[in-house]
């Protein structure tokens, strides 16, 4: 069977080289040798072994009835989702790792693949080469989903960890994390939270079948965590991690991604570096949680490859995914309910003290010029107008 491959950066060149290099193994599991015949990308790679494979048009790929599979590793939106479209819409089957594609266009891509017995696949979109997408689409198939929430962006968790263990702070992470390629140049999507968000929409639309926006999640990112928010954490036997998460309660779904201070005991606690983990919680089958790399050239193109296994071996035989085009109505965020840590100036004690309903104080030793606490639980909309007037400092949920 032949495949292309659109796209050669770091996901693109590493399913070139799990193709080429277990071909024997791929061989065996699919029952046909795979081969790939070409490679989309607009640069020129003298001298690598790239060389023979490249074209830069894709209607040389389109156009081959020799093509079976089509791996879209370009990312971005357009043109993948046009080139995705097409390739669906001629009958190949579609493999991807981009979750902007997915988050946008999951439902609509996976019906057109239905209509036409393929297949589109997108385990690697999240979680790198932990395979959850797979998990939820046929392991987990008979519990009702209650919650689906984790540790889904690696920058982001390395940074923190950083700042956790090294005391160093958030500037001189996120330097850090760029000199390590951790990091993009411009790493607005992840520390921002937009990657997690996006990631979180398409865990949540497969837990629960039906379309979720990306952009009606509530996204906060990691950019306001000081210094000093980790050593009161710290103080308090606590991590602060970038949380995303979906649950199901009184017949509505909730979606939120931002930062959290969780317990040690929390299975997230200890995942740090630029490990992912994701936890689903199913009304039989209790807690059960996924961890590895969430990230990096070979996880992430294992996962490709994987999907490439299961679109070969299923040819002409579309493999059932829950994601309907029906849009999914997502809870207001004033209605969560949670607790909150939070800092005022020491100006402000007496006032925060008469406002809030507060659960306990927290003290540091170098930070009597100001007055950190944590809440009861209240919702957010509530915590949201209690603090009208006051000069919060700092606010981070609290487990």
């Known amino acids: 069977m032949k495949v292309a491959i659109l796209g050669y950066g ?58 079976d599979i089509i791996v879209e590793v370009m990312g971005g939106l357009h043109p993948s989702y046009e080139y995705v479209k097409e390739a669906l819409l001629s009958g190949r089957s579609v493999c991807t790792s981009n979750k902007e594609l997915v988050a946008a266009y999951g439902a609509e891509l996976i019906e057109i693949a239905k209509e036409r017995s393929i297949n ?39 940074m923190m960890t950083r700042m956790r263990e090294d005391g160093i702070s958030f500037d001189e992470a996120l330097a850090d994390a760029q000199a390590n390629g951790f990091a993009e140049r411009n790493p607005a999507a992840d ?26 999640i509530y996204t906060e990112g990691i950019t306001k965590i000081s210094s000093r928010d980790v050593a009161y954490a710290k103080s308090m036997k606590r991590g602060i991690k970038l949380i995303a998460r979906s649950y199901a309660k009184d017949g509505k779904v909730y979606a939120m991604v931002s930062p959290m201070m969780i317990r040690k005991k929390n299975p997230l606690y200890p995942v740090n570096g630029v490990f992912n983990a994701i936890m689903v919680r199913g009304n039989m089958l209790g807690e059960i949680m996924f961890y590895g790399m969430g990230a990096g050239k070979l996880p992430t193109a294992s996962a490709v490859v994987s999907d490439v296994i299961d679109a070969a071996k299923h040819r002409f035989v579309n493999i059932p995914i829950l994601w309907s085009t029906e849009k999914l109505t997502l809870g207001v965020k004033d209605e969560m309910e949670g607790r909150f840590f939070v800092r005022v100036p020491a100006a402000e004690a007496d006032e925060a003290r008469k406002r809030f309903e507060i659960h306990k104080t927290v003290e540091l030793a170098d930070a009597d010029d100001e007055f950190a606490f944590v809440t009861k639980s209240m919702t957010e909309g509530a915590f949201a107008k209690v603090c009208e007037g006051l000069t919060v400092l700092s606010c981070i949920r609290y487990e």
């Open 10 to 67: 770091t996901v693109g060149s590493g399913v070139f080289d799990v193709i080429r290099g277990n071909h024997a193994v791929i061989e065996k599991r699919v029952g046909a040798p795979i081969e790939v015949k070409y490679v989309l990308d607009l640069r020129e790679f003298p001298g690598n072994p790239v060389e023979p494979f490249l074209v830069h048009d894709f209607r040389t790929i389109i156009e081959d009835p020799e093509i």
């Open 120 to 158: 589109f696949l997108f385990e690697a979109s999240v979680g790198g080469g932990i395979p959850v997408i797979r998990q939820l689409m046929r392991s987990v198939t008979a519990d009702e989903v209650e919650e689906v929430s984790g540790i889904l962006n690696g920058t982001t968790n390395y």
């Open 191 to 216: 520390i921002e939270g937009f990657d997690a968000c996006r990631k979180i929409a398409i865990l949540t639309s497969l837990a629960y079948g039906q379309q979720v926006d990306y952009q009606e």
